[in-house]
C-alpha cells in the first residue's frame, strides 16, 4: 500500500496543548478539523515541551480510534496513558500502563471486589446519597451544580467503595481536587500540591489497606486487600500493597472527575436544549437513551494516549515506533460517518455507538456501567424533584460558568468549574 507522511496539526492553525483552546470546553469547531485525515502529526510547541521531549500523532475518527484503542500489540499503553511519560519504575506497574496479559490480570482482580452482593449494596448507597444532594438544597433557589451537587455523588460512591469514613472524606476529596487543579495556572493550585496531594492519598491508601487486611468490613475494599485470583497455571495471584495504593488514585482520579463532568455538562446542555429537557421530564422512560446521549456529548476524557510499539501504518501512514499517538474520544463522538447530525443532542438517539469510555480495547472504563448509572440516578432525582431549573445568569459575586484548562496535562481534567444555576424544590 502506498504510503504518505502524516499531516501537520500546524497547517490547521492548531496547537491542542494551548490551554486557551479549552477555556470554554471542547472545541468541537476545531477538533472537527481533525476528522479529516486518518492521524496528524502534532509538532513539539512550547506546550507540548512542557510535557514531553517530543511530537505525538493524534487520531480523531470514530473508526480509528476504535483501531488503535483495540490493538495493544502495535500501540501499547506501557508509557502511560497521558502525553507525559510515567517513571520508569512505574511502567508496567498499574491497570492504566500495562498491556494484557499483565493489565488484564489487574482488571480480573480489582473486579473480585465487585461481587453482585457488592453491586448491589453500592445501588442503593447511590440511591441515598443523590436523596440526600437533593435534601440539601431546599430552603435556596440557587446553588453553584457543580460544588454542590454534580461533584458529590461521584466523590462519595467512590468514598463507599473504598469504606472512607464519611468524616475523612472532605480532606481527600479536597486532595482528589487540588491533584486536577495544580495544572491550570488559573486555578491557582501550586503544582507542588498535585504531588503533596498525591502522596497524602497513597499514604491514605495504605493505612487503610493495613487496616482493611487486620479487620476486613463490609465494603468493596475488603474484599480487594483479601482478593485471590486462580491463574490458568493453578498458581494464585492478589494485588500488593503497591498496586492497591495506586489502585485507590486510578479510581479517584478516574471516578470522579469524568462523572462530575458528565452530569455537570449534561444539566447545562439540557438548560441549552429546552425541548430536550421538557421531553426528559414529559416521559422519564427516555432516561436511558438520554443518559447515553449526555456521555456522548460531554465526553468527559480529552484524550488517552497509546505508544506506537515499532514502527508501523496505520490507515496508509507511516508511524515511527516509541512516538506516543493520542486517541481525541470528543472528536470521535462527534463524527459525522457514525452519527447523523453529530452536532444536534438528541436524547432519543439510538444507537448510540459512542466512544466516550473508550473504544471497546482492553482497557474500555472499567467504571463504565457504574458512571451510567451515577448519571441516571441522579437526573431521575433531580429531574424529579426540582422545577424551573435555569441558567443563573446573574450569580452571587458575579461569578458565572467557568472550566478548568489544564489542556492537555490532565486527560481528565477540562471539565465545568463553576455552573450557578436557579431552580424551585417541588413540594
Ligand atoms: C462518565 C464517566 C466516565 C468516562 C467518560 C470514562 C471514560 C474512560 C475512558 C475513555 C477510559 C480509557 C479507555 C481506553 O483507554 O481505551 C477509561 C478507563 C478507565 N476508567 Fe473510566 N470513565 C468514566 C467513569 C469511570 C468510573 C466511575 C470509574 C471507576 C469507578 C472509572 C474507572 C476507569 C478505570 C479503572 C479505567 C482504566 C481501565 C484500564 O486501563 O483497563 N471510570 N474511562
Not at 492548531?14 to 496528524?40: I, K, M, N, S
Not at 487486611?213 to 497455571?233: G, I, Y
Not at 463504565?368 to 441516571?376: D, G, M, P
Request: net charge negative.
Amino acid at each position: 500500500m502506498a504510503t504518505t507522511t502524516p499531516a501537520s496539526a500546524t497547517e490547521l492553525g492548531l496547537d491542542l496543548t494551548d490551554r486557551e483552546l479549552y477555556r470554554h470546553g471542547f472545541p468541537h469547531e476545531q477538533l472537527a478539523l481533525l476528522r479529516d485525515e486518518p492521524v496528524w502529526w502534532h509538532p513539539l510547541t512550547p506546550g507540548v515541551e512542557e510535557l514531553r521531549p517530543t511530537g505525538f500523532y493524534v487520531v480523531a475518527r470514530h473508526d480509528v480510534v476504535r483501531e488503535v484503542s483495540r490493538d495493544p500489540q502495535r500501540f501499547t499503553a506501557f508509557h502511560g496513558s497521558s502525553l507525559t511519560d510515567v517513571a520508569p519504575e512505574r511502567q508496567g506497574q498499574a491497570i492504566v500502563n500495562s498491556d494484557p496479559p499483565v493489565q488484564s490480570r489487574f482488571r480480573r482482580l480489582v473486579s473480585l471486589g465487585f461481587t453482585p452482593r457488592m453491586v448491589a449494596q453500592l445501588d442503593e448507597m447511590m440511591e441515598g446519597w443523590a436523596r440526600r444532594i437533593v435534601d440539601s438544597l431546599a430552603g435556596r433557589d440557587r446553588c453553584e451544580f457543580v460544588a454542590d451537587v454534580a461533584e458529590l455523588l461521584p466523590l462519595h460512591v467512590i468514598a463507599d467503595i473504598v469504606g472512607i469514613p464519611v468524616d475523612e472524606r472532605p480532606a481527600i476529596f479536597d486532595d482528589v481536587k487540588a491533584m486536577l487543579r495544580a495544572f491550570d495556572p488559573e486555578t491557582g493550585v501550586d503544582p507542588a500540591e498535585h504531588q503533596n496531594a498525591q502522596m497524602r492519598m497513597l499514604v491514605y491508601a495504605h493505612t487503610l489497606s493495613s487496616a482493611r487486611r487486620d479487620a476486613p468490613e463490609d465494603d468493596v475494599w475488603s474484599k480487594l486487600v483479601h482478593a485471590q485470583l486462580t491463574l490458568d497455571d493453578g498458581s494464585t495471584t492478589e494485588l500488593n500493597e503497591i498496586e492497591l495504593d495506586l489502585w485507590f488514585l486510578i479510581l479517584a482520579i478516574a471516578g470522579s472527575e469524568t462523572t462530575r463532568n458528565a452530569i455537570a455538562i449534561g444539566l447545562k446542555t439540557l438548560l441549552e436544549h429546552p425541548d430536550q429537557l421538557a421531553r426528559l421530564r414529559e416521559r422519564p422512560e427516555l432516561i436511558d437513551t438520554a443518559v447515553d446521549e449526555i456521555i456522548r456529548w460531554s465526553s468527559p476524557v480529552l484524550y488517552h494516549r497509546r505508544t506506537v510499539a515499532a514502527d508501523t501504518e496505520l490507515r496508509g501512514v507511516p508511524l515511527s515506533g516509541d512516538v506516543p499517538i493520542t486517541m481525541f474520544w470528543p472528536a470521535a463522538n462527534r463524527d459525522e460517518r457514525v452519527f447523523p447530525d453529530p452536532g444536534r443532542f438528541d436524547i432519543t438517539r439510538t444507537p448510540n455507538d459512542h466512544v466516550a469510555f473508550g473504544g471497546g480495547g482492553p482497557h474500555y472504563c472499567l467504571g463504565a456501567n457504574l458512571a451510567k448509572r451515577e448519571v441516571k440516578v441522579m437526573f431521575a432525582e433531580l429531574l424529579a424533584r426540582v422545577d424551573e431549573l435555569a441558567l443563573d445568569d446573574d450569580p452571587p459575586g458575579g461569578a458565572g460558568v467557568s472550566w478548568s484548562v489544564p489542556g492537555m496535562a490532565v486527560p481528565v481534567g477540562i471539565g465545568l468549574d463553576r455552573l450557578p444555576v436557579r431552580y424551585r424544590l417541588k413540594g
